[in-house]
Structure formats: structure tokens, C-alpha cells
């Protein structure tokens, strides 16, 4: 879904070694039952390996004042089951809710003659405050 995307707002960390994590974020409007809602979606993320666990993520909390200034209630970011154990360190601080069982409809990464545009994924969905 981030394919040709230009994030409105890019968080990139640096140290000694160079790069060390980085996310992009991006208004879209989401539809939340029969309300289509504009909100930000977290994407882009990365965090280089030797870093992880460190807790890095708690500065995530940034996060919240741009919200704010974007003026949107809360932002999301959708990652496969097997980063579960990876995402579930910005619950617990309090930074974000997991949340599973929410079918997400995204766009295929490539075009497929054969295949609607459209497919319906099972992710975990991330949401901050």
C-alpha cells in the first residue's frame, strides 16, 4: 500500500553506525463501519537488527504532539502475524493497541490480470491515541 507513497511526515534515527530505525507516516482516509474517517497510517518501519529490544520504540511518543497537528484521531500501521512478538513492545508502555481480527482491503504490490486490484488480509492492526 506505501507503493509511490510520499509520506507527509519521515522519522529517521541515526548513531555511530549510521541508520538505526525509521517510519514513514501518511494521512488516508480509512472506512471505520459506514464513516469514512482521515487518519494517519504508520508504514515504512524499520529497525536494524542489532538495536531491537533496546527500547527504541518507546520514542514512539513523538508521535502524539504530530497527530495532533495533523488533526486526526489516531494513527495505524498493519504488520503480518509474524511480527507479533516484534509489535507488541509498543503496547506495552502504552504507546499503541494490537489488534487483531480486523479485515484490512489493500491494494495487490503487482498488477495481476487474473486477480481483482483489491485483496482482503488478515493483519494485526496497530493504533496509537
Do not use: C
Request: hydrophobic share 45%.
Amino acid at each position: 500500500s506505501w507503493a509511490g507513497a510520499r509520506p507527509e511526515l519521515r522519522a529517521i534515527g541515526y548513531d555511530s553506525h549510521g541508520v538505526a530505525a525509521h517510519f514513514g507516516l501518511l494521512r488516508r482516509f480509512i472506512k471505520v463501519g459506514e464513516v469514512d474517517l482521515l487518519v494517519a497510517e504508520l508504514g515504512l518501519y524499520g529497525l536494524r537488527p542489532d538495536l531491537e529490544g533496546l527500547g527504541i520504540s518507546f520514542s514512539m511518543r513523538f508521535v502524539y504532539p504530530v497527530l495532533q497537528e495533523l488533526g486526526v484521531p489516531f494513527a495505524f500501521g498493519t504488520v503480518r502475524h509474524a511480527l507479533r512478538n516484534h509489535v507488541e513492545r509498543f503496547g506495552r508502555r502504552g504507546l499503541a493497541t494490537m489488534v487483531s481480527g480486523v479485515p484490512v482491503r489493500s491494494t495487490h504490490p503487482q498488477v495481476h490480470p487474473d486477480l481483482p486490484p483489491t485483496r482482503l488480509e488478515d493483519v494485526l492492526v496497530l493504533v496509537m491515541p
